[in-house]
């Protein structure tokens, strides 16, 4: 019998998180870690160990450049899939150097509990100023589940 709902976070240096391209660990704050690329279609991908209803993904805006998108049990991830979800985390006003925490870029929710493979490919901005490559930055990512589950080891 379910108790209720939790989140079960899994962070950016997690062994749950597939990484395919060029990756970078940065840091937030004193002691936060994050993992950054500018490498076009690059991806990071999180298959839920346990059955969940809902996940969000946390990182960092970015005003050089943020456009992304998320795959849903699509493997491989196509940006030209019309199921593809767009996430935009430009903001041109954010300050790229922040110690600031990560914040929520994108959630999803799910009309029953399953097991789900989410896939977070980088894209091409040309909002750049710089005329770089769009830059993702992952600090976590969470999945809602029900409150019985056991947190598997991450």
Request: some cysteine; proline content about 8%; aromatic content about 12%.
């Amino acid at each position: 019998m379910s108790t209720g709902l939790q989140n079960l976070t899994f962070g950016d240096g997690s062994s749950l998180l597939q990484y395919v391209g060029v990756w970078q660990a940065g840091t937030w704050g004193d002691n936060g870690t994050l993992h950054l690329t500018n490498e076009p279609f690059a991806t990071v991908t999180l298959t839920f160990p346990v059955p969940a209803n809902a996940f969000y993904f946390y990182g960092m805006k970015r005003s050089d450049g943020a456009k992304y998108v998320a795959c849903i049990d699509e493997s491989p991830c196509d940006p030209a899939n019309p199921n593809s979800l767009p996430i935009d985390a430009f903001d041109p006003l954010a300050n790229n150097f922040s110690n600031d925490p990560p914040v929520l870029l994108f959630s999803h929710e799910f009309d029953d509990f399953a097991v789900h493979e989410v896939t977070i490919m980088n894209l091409e901005d040309p909002r750049n100023p710089n005329h770089e490559n769009s830059v993702v930055e992952v600090g976590s990512f969470e999945i809602q589940v029900q409150a019985t589950e056991a947190a598997p080891e991450s």
